[in-house]
Nanobody
């Protein structure tokens, strides 16, 4: 059974920082790339960062230079360090295992965790 538990969200002023964590089932974590997604009200869910099982990272243009994805394989946990936050970063953030197809990452599992709310005030 896939389990994804996100945490670390909150309310922060523009320019501030937050660190999100995602604890994943060991069975899916060790062999898969992992990704952080976000969904703002009225918008589609979008991938913001991904990290391969070997540590290679990719970022959406909107977060490059501000967000850093990392993983701790011993703890089956993936992190998203978010710096220089902007009001447009406000969203519910989710993690999922991801698969790379034709140069793009896609979520591996159809079920998602509860997500963690990030709200950035101006």
């Amino acid at each position: 059974q896939v389990q994804l538990v996100e945490s670390g969200g909150g309310l922060v002023q523009a320019g501030g920082s937050l660190r999100l964590s995602c604890a994943a089932s060991g069975s899916i974590f060790s062999v898969n790339a992992m990704g952080w997604y976000r969904q703002a009200p009225g918008k589609q869910r979008e991938l913001v960062a991904a990290i391969s099982s070997g540590g290679k990272t990719n970022y959406a243009d909107s977060v490059k230079g501000r967000f850093t994805i990392s993983r701790d394989n011993a703890k089956n946990t993936v992190y998203l360090q978010m710096n220089s936050l902007k009001p447009e970063d406000t969203a519910v953030y989710y993690c999922n295992a991801v698969t790379l197809m034709a140069g793009s990452y896609y979520p591996l599992f159809g079920s998602w965790g509860q997500g963690t709310q990030v709200t950035v005030s101006s």
